[in-house]
């Protein structure tokens, strides 16, 4: 049998979560540009309407859902990409880190954002 | 039998000549991926003026004058954005379309016709994008 190429090590979990994150963000992102594109269109966006929708639980809990595991499938893509051009060492852990703390400010920063829509207090 | 191949330095971009179909999902689907995340964040710091819109008071939201809104209503009237937008989809749509390609290669699904659902994919991204300019750009003029 051929060896099969992937650009990951096979097995490992991070590599596993890359692929559980594609199969959710390809339905949401799906839906996401579906939603804010076609049903309703983008020069409609008003603040009134982006709150509507978020202080709905269940697209609240979706969004969130969405903003942790595009961070995590965007920025752990990066990081991969940059190991593959041959990132190692001290240099490989600084960048890491780096990734690590962007990724929080982004999530925080996006509940944030979706706390302020949502009407909830902790924004 | 397993057989290991000698792909040699795939980063060498002055090698493009030599580059086959699924070389060229490679790269595009790198390329579209660095895209999707730099728009992350983008899209997260421009949607965070929805924090300071929230103190706005009822009257000002209800109008559409708080700064969540008034910030979004000016960039979608330039056509640029317009524009930046169609492309974005177009880079989200082949990202989706080729990711579902790898998911499938890597269930074991579909390696021999690798090339083909390559090239498939990128006929899709085109046709979707162009289908959606329409709804992209409406209002823009």
Known sequence: ?123 | MSQSYNRGLIEDFSRWREFEAGMWAWIFHKFTGWVLIGYLFTHIAVLSTGIPAAGASEAAIMAGEDVYTQTIVSLESLLLVRLLEVGLLAVAVFHMLNGTRLLLVDLGVGLDAQDKSFYASLILTGAITVASVPTFIAGAF
């Open chain 1, 1 to 123: 049998m051929a060896e099969r190429y992937s650009s990951f090590k096979s097995g490992g979990r991070m590599w596993l979560l890359q692929r559980v994150t594609a199969a959710f963000l390809l339905v949401v992102l799906a839906f996401h540009f579906f939603l804010l594109h076609f049903v309703h269109h983008a020069d409609e966006v008003s603040f009134l309407a982006s709150s509507g929708r978020m202080e709905s639980l269940s697209y609240y809990s979706l969004m969130i859902l969405f903003l942790v595991t595009a961070t995590f499938h965007g920025v752990n893509g990066v990081y991969n990409a940059l190991v593959n051009q041959g990132l190692t060492g001290t240099k490989r852990t600084v960048i890491k880190w780096t990734l690590v703390a962007a990724s929080a400010v982004l999530i925080v920063q996006g509940v944030r954002t979706a706390n302020a829509w949502a009407g909830i207090g902790l924004y």
